[in-house]
């Protein structure tokens, strides 16, 4: 049976697979019981499901999706070239892991650079680039902020390039929507990074953090995050049959219930038609 996007059967149909889901879920007692979750549609903007869409939360690694926005911004604007090395400070090698594990004073490509923050989630890598286009990280989470801004992030502020436990972090799942949509639009390559399924560096394989690449079909992106006070999150974006959803879920209790959450999510998202 088809759904009409909108329809009271639609909204029905996902609150049920939303419900069942959070019964599913493996419970952390300092996470909050909702969870954040929505999804759109990437043609329109439509909102197609929401439920606790506009709870202010922490937004863990998802944070690094506007690290690389201004990164691709500063691309295109001929400020940042593929040609740059990124240099490793103390501060950013000082981050906790995930990591690269680069000592101070070594350097990577801008390539590997993205790679490393889109597929793996380095914090390393991502203060190095911070530094890199805003000569600290302070000024560059300013910057952050002051650009989702312009992208009507209205809910949406950062003190950090990283993510990690900061009270000056915080999201909802329709501003990181927008941030995702934004991305699609305004950096179409880049957001081709994170498809990116794994990197070789120093002889390791690093598999890309997005568990639904490869298993969900239609999946290319975008980006995942965890830290005890956010929970686990997930923004992914998929395709079908010309049509792209783009589905948020903030504050999951395990990492298997994210993935299966926004699975479920997208499944009635292209079923409404």
Not at 129 to 139: D, K, P, Q, T, V
Not at 248 to 255: D, F, T
Request: net charge positive; charged share 20%; aromatic share 6%.
């Amino acid at each position: 049976m088809t759904i009409a996007k909108g329809s009271f059967a639609f909204r029905c149909v996902a609150a049920m697979l939303a419900g069942a889901l959070a019964g599913s879920a493996v419970a952390r007692p300092d996470a909050p019981r909702a969870v954040s979750s929505l999804v759109i549609d990437a043609d329109d903007g439509e909102t197609l499901y929401a439920s606790d869409a506009d709870i202010v939360r922490a937004p863990a690694s998802l944070t690094k999706m506007m690290t690389l926005f201004l990164a691709f911004d500063a691309i295109e604007a001929g400020t940042l070239r593929m040609s740059d090395r990124i240099t490793m400070s103390r501060h950013a090698a000082s981050q906790q892991p995930s990591k690269l594990g680069l000592l101070p004073g070594r350097s990577l490509s801008l390539r590997a650079a993205i790679e490393a923050v889109a597929v793996e989630s380095a914090n390393d890598v991502a203060v190095a680039l911070a530094e890199r286009l805003g000569g600290s990280e302070r000024a560059f989470a300013e910057a952050m902020t002051a650009r989702a801004r312009s992208l009507g992030m209205r809910h949406t502020k950062f003190s950090n390039a990283t993510g990690l436990t900061s009270r000056g972090n915080r999201t909802t799942a329709h501003d990181i929507a927008l941030l995702s949509l934004a991305m699609l639009r305004e950096h179409p390559r880049g957001y081709d990074y994170f498809a990116t399924r794994s990197i070789h560096w120093a002889n390791r394989t690093i598999a890309n953090h997005n568990h639904l690449l490869g298993r969900v079909p239609g999946v290319d992106g975008i980006k995942t995050g965890y830290t005890v006070d956010a929970g686990y999150n997930l923004a992914a974006s998929a395709k079908r049959h010309g049509k792209r959803l783009i589905a948020v879920v903030l504050g999951e209790r395990s990492a298997a219930a994210r993935d299966l959450r926004v699975s479920h999510l997208l499944e009635v998202g292209f079923a409404g038609g």
